[in-house]
């Protein structure tokens, strides 16, 4: 995925995908908020009307890389996520 501009401004983004057999295919999205969004998905499970879409392990797994950039950019280090554990 490729964004046209900064993802909280509004512009389309290509979405390119290559299957490990078969052509590449390209398609143009729309934008939409990712942020508004998520905040939309969690209002909708916590009223018990939708599943989140992201498991909690998604949720830490996330974290833990968002913690393994900080630490790589503190230290010019390449950092396993392993080594946070």
Avoid: C
Wanted: aromatic content about 6%; charged content about 15%.
């Amino acid at each position: 995925m490729r964004n046209a501009t900064h993802p909280d401004q509004a512009g389309p983004t290509t979405l390119t995908f290559q299957p490990r057999t078969g052509p590449t295919s390209t398609s143009t999205l729309e934008w939409k908020s990712a942020v508004r969004t998520n905040l939309e998905q969690f209002a909708l499970s916590i009223e018990g009307r939708a599943v989140y879409p992201f498991t909690d392990e998604q949720i830490v797994s996330n974290i833990a890389v968002l913690a393994a950039v900080t630490q790589s950019v503190a230290t010019g280090q390449t950092v396993a996520l392993a080594e946070l554990e």
